[in-house]
């Protein structure tokens, strides 16, 4: 008897170290990107006549749907995405794709918040928030970046 109190005691102290913590604290992002990037993203969008809206951390974005259940940067999302340089190169793109928001593009980090769950959003990203001076796969380095994104899910 005391071997099956003693391995009660056991599970439920290892299933309540499991359980997730719906009150964790996530690090803010607070990355800015300088402001000669915000003006290179900002010409290239007045000389395409793209009409987007300019968040104070140096990206731009234009939300298509608003969504229910916003991300936060602790969370798993799961997305249908394309990603383009400004050449319109498209360079990525994915159908449900799971990731763990706080190991993407600081880019995504802050825009994607701005929506939830059924939302979709462009967001235009500046070299600082995206992939920086490195070159990554067929990205050249220092390149603005164009997403489209529809967030299926928060987890």
């Not at 990355?31 to 951390?57: C, F, G, H, M």
Request: net charge negative.
């Amino acid at each position: 008897m005391r071997k099956i109190n003693l391995l009660a005691i056991l599970l439920v102290v290892v299933f309540a170290a499991c359980k997730k913590d719906s009150n964790k604290s996530c690090p803010a992002v607070t990355t800015t990107a300088p402001d000669s990037e915000v003006a290179a993203l900002q010409a290239y969008l007045d000389d395409n006549s793209i009409s987007a809206t300019k968040d104070p951390r140096g990206f731009f974005y234009i939300i298509h749907a608003a969504g229910d259940k916003k991300p936060g940067v602790c969370d798993v999302i799961t997305i249908n995405y394309t990603g383009t340089l400004t050449n319109g190169t498209q360079f990525d793109a994915a159908n449900n794709a799971t990731f763990y928001l706080g190991q993407l593009i600081t880019g995504w980090q802050e825009g994607l918040p701005l929506i939830g769950t059924g939302g979709s959003i462009t967001l235009y990203i500046p070299p600082s928030l995206g992939y920086g001076n490195t070159a990554y796969h067929e990205i050249p380095a220092n390149s603005n970046l164009i997403f489209d994104i529809e967030l299926n899910g928060v987890n």
